[in-house]
């Protein structure tokens, strides 16, 4: 959510059971007009009412959010693979992901690549079910694949159908049969509806195109014509000017967000000598994005005005540039990316889903131990703002000719922040102990042998045919870099030929140095993704700087009654904060611009253990988050379940006994994340875990004691903390 840019309405469905009693002073955005529509999201409690999904579109809600965080991940686990399992119990306890979030497929077919009809009835729609059944629409923003997953897609369906649509033209090896997983993902709206255009090659409406590109065509279809049409009637006079201005004014009140449009409303005002709408406009757009410098002082529309005082200040207040690309944006599931790479209003632009793998561990990939090695590294590396260097290699070879062209813009980017960069004329970076990032072409390297060494967070970036092919040895993977250090790499799952809009642009490098997430960086810099496969931590971000909060009251396990305040302090926080979002139990309950004071009716919840996490959003165009996480107890009916076993490190060949207990309902449910793995039914009894189930790693297992009665509350104990002992393969495929 765009909390200091544009309202946002919520749907009635989230209005209920009243959990949150909220008593704050709600701000809206100061130089805006716009009406803020909605403040708060209202937990559904036991009363939910379930969203009913139609899975291409509508299982996400149209309410904006902020994302960035482990909140906003569904992590998904292979069942039937170890390794799937060791990675992501690695991952989720590296990142914090919320039980909620994890989801685990058991029908995985046990294949490099898998046909498009088996990705969507197997992984795909199941997927999206669980988010809308588990109540995250309006959070999730990045689907995330464990280890042990297909990594190609065969799209020959597709590809029949791009070719009937678009004729003679089609030339069938730009368009292979085959796709990454990860892409299929992050299209998976048009998937779902057999829609192939996600294979064009400008396809990404995230992508950051240039300026003079994103001010002609912030729509498609009719919309633009009308666009069209009315910024034409800036060189008219009378009638015929207002006319078009009123156009672009209801444009503008209809998609607040686009940058564009506010521009064009800036030129129009100033042609017509209205100062203060002039400059009022233009600040909005270059508040939602509009931020070159050098174009704004090329345009003639402004020739007016260009001495005033206002004017002139809040130019000089825009950022420089040097790529002459529209700035980099935080991603958000919930935006409407227009084919301008701004945000327009709902259903007038594309929806997508960030998706990355954490690893491949067989064929040609890399081990459990190096892929449990990178992730901690990577975790690490967040707001560290490293010091190093960004190497871009330049040979004879095509694979760096093609991108050549454009290192300048990223190293001039990158010069603006104050990073060092270097161009390369070797196939890799030699003996350098500063690798922050690389972007290079080459068919094979060994890396050992440069004598260089990745940064914790480093984004290395290979143009060749197969880093992505795991099943021969052809040519070095792209997960090689990872096995060294590196956080993030992607590669092609098909021969994608020499074609720049398939691959990261070097500007990739500026968009992570600038704050985003290796995922956001990722995909704001390829304007045709969809052979290609990102493997890494999404959430990566080294050189943010998030905001601090605090909960002051209650304490960590405190044990609550009735209604309770909830205190949160931001006053050490370095950035300005947008706004807050509340999640409990892993699903988000309140958002809203400011809080003075909150109270919790925690009657609406049951007795037993609960996780409340405060997220501040930062107010910039990035929208870095910080989170305080409070765990509690609640005790309003004496009603109780406990959790116990002896075994707390044990090995992996042992099983793991757990006793359970309660003096509340009829049975015991005991779930691993949010998987059942065993019931008692009775008050008190014992079951069994075995590892082969949970996987290596630290695992947290609960129990919730339940009524046959269900409209009652579930009452939950508090978490067991258990780490599976073993032996990480060093090798992959084992």
Known sequence: MRYNRFSVGFPDVHQNTKLLMHKTTLRPPGS??????????????????????????TCITDSAQAGGGPENVFLVINEQSLSSKLVANHYTDLRKIPPKNILYLNSVPAKDA??????????????????????????????????????????????????AAVGKSFIAKYYGAMASITSMTYYSSRILQNDPTYMALSSNNYYRIPYPQALANPFRGELLKKYQNATAGLRAEGQEFADAQ???????????????????????????????????????????????????????SFSGIKNDVLFKGLVDRVPESRSNMIASHGFRNAYHWAPNGMINGPGKGA????????????????????????????????????????????????????????????????????????????????????????????????????????????????????????TNKSQTKCTEFLRFGAAGACGTVTEPYSIQAKFPHPLIHAHYAKGCSLAEAYYQS?????????????????????????????????????????????????????GYEIFLDGVMVLRTRSIENLDIDSGNIGDGFHELRVVAVASDEIETRGQAILPFLVNNHDHQVTIETEQFRPEFKDKIIINASTNYGQRIIIKLNHKTVGVINAQKGTTSLSPT???????????FAVSDDKSALSVSSTPLLIDVRGTLSQQPGL
């Open 526 to 578: 390829v304007h045709g993704p969809f052979q290609l496969l990102l493997v890494g931590d999404p959430l990566c971000q080294p050189f943010a700087t998030p905001p601090t909060i605090r909960i002051t009251s209650p304490s960590p396990m405190d044990v609550v009654k009735e209604k309770f305040a909830l205190k949160i302090d931001s006053s050490q926080s370095q950035v300005n904060i947008a």
């Open 693 to 703: 189930v949970a996987g290596m790693g630290k695992i947290k297992i609960r129990a």
């Open 32 to 57: 805006m007009s716009l009406q803020f529509l909605s403040q708060q999201i209202f937990w559904i409690g036991r009363n939910l009412i379930a969203v009913l999904m139609m899975l291409a579109v």
């Open 246 to 300: 009123n156009t672009l004014i209801s444009m503008a009140k209809n998609n607040p967000g686009q940058a564009a449009v506010l521009y064009q409303l800036a030129r129009f005002f100033a042609v017509e000598g209205d100062r203060a709408n002039a400059i009022s406009f233009l600040t909005r757009a270059i508040r939602m994005g509009w931020k070159n410098k050098q174009f704004i002082q090329r345009d003639a």
């Open 351 to 470: 929806r997508y889903f960030l998706s990355a793998m954490l690893s491949i561990t067989r064929g040609e990939g890399i081990s459990d131990y190096d892929s449990v090695n990178y992730l901690t590294r990577a975790v690490q590396a967040d707001f560290s703002h490293p010091k190093g260097t960004f190497y871009f290699t330049r040979t004879a070879d095509v694979r760096t000719t093609t991108r050549f062209p454009n290192f300048q813009k990223s190293i001039g980017e990158l010069n603006l922040l104050d990073h060092q960069s270097r161009i390369a004329k070797q196939i890799m970076p030699e003996r350098r102990d500063d690798v922050l990032g690389l972007t290079c072409g080459t068919s094979k390297f060994d890396w050992a042998a440069t004598g260089s060494r990745f940064l914790p967070g480093a984004i290395a970036d290979n143009l060749t045919s197969t880093g992505a092919m795991f």
């Open 114 to 163: 898998i046909t498009n009809q088996d990705f969507q009835k197997l992984i795909l729609e199941p997927i999206l079910k669980a988010i809308a059944r588990r109540k995250l629409n309006g959070s999730i923003d990045y689907i995330v694949y464990s280890s042990g997953f297909p990594t190609r897609v065969s799209i020959k369906d597709h590809q029949e159908l791009l070719k």
